[in-house]
């Protein structure tokens, strides 16, 4: 009698197990279908999707900093054809046309969002400037100078200042994020009679860059 009861507690005791067994197999094994067949394809298509939207903005940033280009360049050429830029090495200091030449490049300079402009003559030297402290300064070995010299519209690359200019808190400082546009300036014969550079607000370019979003906390970088 007691023999016949223990075979049937072994007997029930393996069915529970087998169930027990059937019902984690049941319950884990989609699991470890979707860990390892499923959750690759979704991870791979989650990859694409986010790589297709970097390759979007990427697309928008290049075509914006490409229309900002074209724009500065244009701002080179209109201002190096006024008669006042091209009549540059006529004036002298205290004369009228000086005044108006700089009260110009000034106003050039606050509503269109340039920090110097500078009329150069073909040596190299700084005859008129936004900044007085620049008058005098040689720029010959500069590739901006050189370019404008050969008669090309030129876009320098992002580079440290070399000489001291105001950073982001108003100190003079050396290093500062800086970019210049030159061309050169024409007379009537249309030689090329100097040149004419202007220092871009990297930062203006950077809060350009920042409207077009990258997700919540996506940046973007030139």
Do not use: C
Not at 158 to 177: D, K
Not at 198 to 203: A, F, G, K, N
Request: glycine share 8%; no cysteine.
């Amino acid at each position: 009698m007691n023999g016949t009861i223990l075979g049937k507690t072994k007997m029930f005791s393996s069915i529970r197990s087998k169930v027990i067994i059937l019902l984690l197999a049941f319950s884990f094994g989609p699991m470890l279908v979707f860990r390892l067949v499923l959750y690759p394809q979704v991870l791979r298509g989650f990859q694409e999707i986010r790589i297709k939207d970097l390759e979007s903005v990427g697309h928008k940033q290049a075509e914006f900093i490409s229309v900002w280009m074209k724009e500065r360049k244009a701002d080179v050429e209109t201002i190096a054809n006024e008669y006042l830029v091209r009549s540059f090495l006529r004036f002298n200091p205290g004369d009228k046309e000086l005044q108006e030449l700089t009260s110009y490049l000034q106003l050039v300079r606050d509503n269109y969002g340039y920090k110097e402009i500078s009329l150069v003559d073909n040596q190299g030297k700084i005859r008129v400037s936004t900044r007085e402290g620049f008058l005098g300064l040689g720029i010959e070995e500069f590739d901006y100078f050189r370019e404008a010299l050969k008669g090309n519209i030129f876009v320098t690359r992002v580079h440290p200042s070399v000489f001291p200019i105001p950073n982001e808190f108003g100190e003079m400082e050396r290093g500062v994020p800086t970019l210049f546009v030159s061309g050169p300036i024409r007379d009537e014969k249309h030689n090329t009679i100097g040149v004419l550079s202007m220092r871009v607000d990297v930062e203006v370019l950077s809060r350009e860059m920042r409207r077009v979003k990258l997700g919540e906390t996506g940046e973007t970088y030139l």
